[in-house]
């Protein structure tokens, strides 16, 4: 299995337990080379189907889709390097529109010093309990510009209670203004959803809440720490140590 293989496993993983704790509306179906992970929320990058391996074929993809469009969601198919042009054609042919591709980034256990990284002069962090999920979601939302909905429909007190489950909050002056979630699962700790505030952007903020989340992951049970990164996160998480091992399509439902 190649390196790319495992993280993206990893990922597959974390989605799944995401997932399977959310209520019914939730849907998981995996299929070989390819799996649909359907949190309901209206928002395409919160259903998706992924090619797990590069060998999969057209029609699981397919019929993946036809599942979460007949629920009414929108949703993505992010499609891995290496997949055989068919898939961008029936992707295509649904009306699906191409966005930027997602980096797939990794982090060994050794790398930059994240020890200094996360212990920020400014920002004091720590981590959330089960019943403060809206204080994630009112940061989030916010950060990512959008609806809170989103984030209450998939980060909720039963998510937070899971085990591994870690949601950060970085505050300045007791004001919260940055956020990020670590999920922690034998080999490795996935990153998600790390928002700062917009007015308190460009100080380290997001740099440092990631390295708290990495190093709590390190010192459980994890040997790498991997994310998908936004454009804007890009240079923060290279800097941190991660590499990427991948650039992933992302097709889009109209």
Known sequence: MTEADATTDALLRDWSRWCNALSDRAIVKPMKAV?????????????????????????PVEELLNMVKGLGLPHCLQIRPGCGPELATLARSRGMHLESPVPLMRRESSGPDLATIAAHPSLVIRELTEDESQLHVSIASSGFEAPPALFEAVVTPAILALPGFHCYVGSVDRQPVTTAVGIVEEDHVGIYNVATLQAHRGRGYAAAITARAVLDGYAATASFAFLQSSDSGFRVYERLGFRTLENWAVWVAA
């Open 35 to 59: 799996s649909l992970f359907a949190t309901g929320a209206h928002a395409p990058p919160l259903n998706c189907v992924f090619t797990a391996r590069s060998d999969v074929e057209p029609k």
